[in-house]
């Protein structure tokens, strides 16, 4: 197999409760969550000897001890314990989403590594335990590993799939900051808030009204140590979008537009006015 090329999907959360604390300190969570068609992309060859490299417009912000390095070491520790052959590869990372954003892009990196590797190896399908192995990389792994339409909870390892969700247009913005989940959570208020709901699907219009009953639980805690969320979501309100949150921990915000001219013409808008920001309209993938 000459090369094998995955998509590391941004994924947004269209809603996000904290419902409580596991006495280990992992929170407890809900989550509503789209992959987009927007993400990173990481390529896998045969190589000689195991390499590493990067390319794209985020490169620079990624430490070399990155999460899809991790799933790579893991992965091969773990096909090789089980009696398979892990012979070296070079992998590329083309990093075009915004590192720390709320996005998923590391966790998202590293269930594309997992992902491509076990092809690139002819793996056993699934292979023991890979799901175990991509929960210890992070508690946004295992929805990474899937990519489409779901609702995790647990601390994000029970996953349930929404196969009749639509696909949707979206506006995604990063200011170009970057915080720290740990802080986030840490500023959290309450940590037993209600549980989730996952609205029924309909129209874009319909579904942002359903979705506007429900809460991202980490938006607040993110613009008191970054008040310039709040700014960004006033930005894309303006544009006229349906529905305006933050994502994940942050600093990422997203809008929802009834089509994709509409969320093209919201991001031309946002880049006129805010050039430095990172702006893409994108569709996500359906169920």
């Known amino acids: 197999m000459a090369e094998i090329v995955e998509t590391a999907r941004a994924k947004i959360n269209l809603a996000l409760h904290v419902t409580g604390q596991r006495d280990d300190g992992y929170h407890l969570i809900e989550s509503l969550a789209v992959f987009a068609d927007t993400g990173d992309r990481l390529t896998f060859r045969p190589a000689s000897e195991a390499c590493f490299t990067l390319s794209g417009p985020f490169a620079g912000n990624l430490s070399a001890d990155n999460l899809a390095l991790r799933a790579r070491d893991a992965l091969q520790q773990a096909a090789r314990s089980s009696g398979h052959a892990t012979p070296p590869v070079a992998i590329h990372l083309e990093k075009n989403l915004p590192v720390a954003a709320g996005l998923g892009g590391g966790s998202a990196d590293a269930a594309a590594c997992l992902r491509g590797l076990s092809r690139l190896w002819d793996l056993p399908r699934p292979l023991p335990d890979l799901d ?156």
């Open 132 to 287: 175990g192995i991509a929960l210890k990389l992070g508690a946004d792994v295992p929805m990474c590993m899937v990519s489409r339409p779901l609702v995790a909870s647990g601390i994000g390892e029970k996953i349930t799939r929404l196969n009749a969700f639509p696909p949707l247009a979206l506006v995604l913005v990063n200011p170009g900051i970057a915080v720290s989940t740990p802080e986030v959570f840490g500023r959290l208020a309450n940590k037993q808030n209600p549980s989730m709901r996952a609205p029924r699907v309909g129209t874009a219009a319909a579904l942002a009204e359903a979705l506007g009953s429900l809460r991202n639980d980490l938006q607040a805690p993110a613009e008191s140590i970054a008040p310039l969320i709040a700014d960004v979501r006033k930005a894309i309100s303006a544009t006229g979008a349906l529905l305006t949150r933050m994502s994940g921990s942050g600093a990422s915000c997203f809008g929802l537009y009834p089509d994709m001219e509409k969320a093209k013409e919201a991001a031309d808008s946002l880049r006129a006015t805010h050039s430095t920001w990172y702006v893409c309209a994108t569709m996500t993938g359906p169920g």
